[in-house]
């Protein structure tokens, strides 16, 4: 059970949920504590966004999947999760360029990771997540208490996990944990 989500352009939940990529880059929420984002849970459901979403914030590669869940875009007031991650590590890119270097790993566009990671004071946070599908989607209403420019929702009820089996298999995940490790190990904090 799982009562914690965390939004994030629903480009990017779907590119999680094909496993096309197996981290989440985050700068900070406007509506969060001083415009710094925090990790404040290890395991959420992925709270799919529409808001804010642009073509050009995702690579050429992910327009056929912005186009996709645009077209499965659940009603207006209807909460869908189906996905949820648990963090297996957090980083702290300092520099541009290592920023840069995750393109692969990735569906955002460069010019997208360039704006985050400049805005503000310049970094950006990396959080590798082990991604799970419940065999179910869990439908609820979109709450105006889950409204705004923040990353973390507390659900009105716990979702059950049961049942869920992870998009990637063991030895896919270590791949990716390994690359990240060869690429950012100088710049990590935990």
Not at 5 to 34: N, P, S, T
Not at 64 to 87: D, F, H, I, S, Y
Not at 97 to 118: G, K, M
Request: hydrophobic share 40%; glycine share 6%; net charge negative.
């Amino acid at each position: 059970m799982l009562q914690h989500a965390f939004k994030e352009w629903a480009v990017i939940c779907e590119a999680l949920a094909q496993g096309q990529q197996a981290i989440i880059l985050r700068k900070g929420g406007i509506a969060e504590h001083e415009g710094e984002f925090n990790v404040e849970q290890t395991r959420f459901w992925l709270y799919p966004t529409y808001t804010h979403q642009q073509n050009d914030g995702v690579n050429d590669e992910a327009q056929a999947l912005l186009k996709t869940v645009q077209a499965n875009r659940p009603p207006t007031g209807t909460l869908r999760l189906q996905l949820w991650a648990e963090v297996t590590g957090i980083y702290r890119i300092r520099e541009e360029l290592p920023a840069l270097l995750l393109s692969h790993l990735h569906c955002w566009s460069e010019e997208a990771v360039r704006q985050r990671f400049n805005y503000r004071v310049p970094g950006l946070n990396v959080l590798v997540v082990r991604v799970y599908r419940s065999p179910q989607a869990h439908e609820t209403t979109e709450l105006p208490a889950y409204d705004g420019c923040r990353s973390w929702v507390e659900l009105a009820t716990a979702l059950s996990t049961e049942g869920s089996i992870p998009v990637l298999d063991d030895n896919s995940f270590r791949i990716v944990q390994r690359q990240l490790d060869l690429l950012l190990s100088p710049t990590a904090y935990a």
